[in-house]
């Protein structure tokens, strides 16, 4: 799919709030049964890398490029994204209250969606556990410092697929 039918999905799930999921670094939209979008609040990088949500963006995109590239098991990385305008959006966690600050814009990454879960959740742990010790290994090897990973953070299973992805790669350090 075209990346710029891609961002024009990517406003209408902005605006209709078709959120998937949210964490730390942002908020993931739905865009289709095939790819989603990272929305940065830039929260972390302002305070670790002294940035925005565009230099999380661009930092997280360029390693999930390169892990892509290198046949890790991790999501299809499509292409940036910058969202102009204020969002409103309130999402409520068990330890706080999420929301995005009206800034006048925001950025993120548009990505293949990965239909998977955490892996507790599986009937094949085992796998996933294997699976997870050689992608570490593999991005150490790329010269990568994974950090905020483990089995059940920052990783989705497919069970359909019987794969495990790393995911959410912007506490990564290059090595």
């Known amino acids: 799919m075209d990346l710029t039918e891609l961002c024009q999905k990517a406003d209408q799930a902005i605006v209709q709030m078709r959120v998937l999921g949210c964490g730390g670094d942002g908020i993931v939209y739905n865009l289709d049964d095939h790819a989603v979008l990272k929305l940065f609040n830039g929260y972390y990088d302002r305070c670790y890398r002294k940035g925005n949500s565009q230099t999380a963006a661009e930092y997280e995109y360029g390693v999930g490029r390169d892990l892509f590239d290198h046949q890790a098991q991790v999501p299809e990385f499509y292409g940036l994204y910058q969202h102009r305008g204020p969002l409103r959006c309130y999402i409520s966690r068990w330890w706080d209250n999420y929301y995005f600050c009206e800034e006048k814009s925001h950025w993120g990454i548009i990505?293949?969606?990965?239909?998977?879960?955490?892996?507790?959740?599986s009937d094949n742990v085992r796998e996933a556990e294997r699976q997870f010790t050689k992608q570490l290994s593999l991005a150490q090897a790329l010269g990568y410092k994974p950090r905020d990973v483990s089995l059940n953070v920052n990783t989705l299973f497919d069970p359909n697929q019987n794969k495990l992805y790393l995911i959410d790669f912007t506490r990564w350090e290059k090595k």
């Not at 990505?111 to 959740?121: C, F, K, L, P």
Request: aromatic residues 10%; proline residues 0%; hydrophobic residues 25%.
């Open 111 to 121: 990505m293949q969606r990965i239909n998977g879960g955490d892996v507790s959740y």
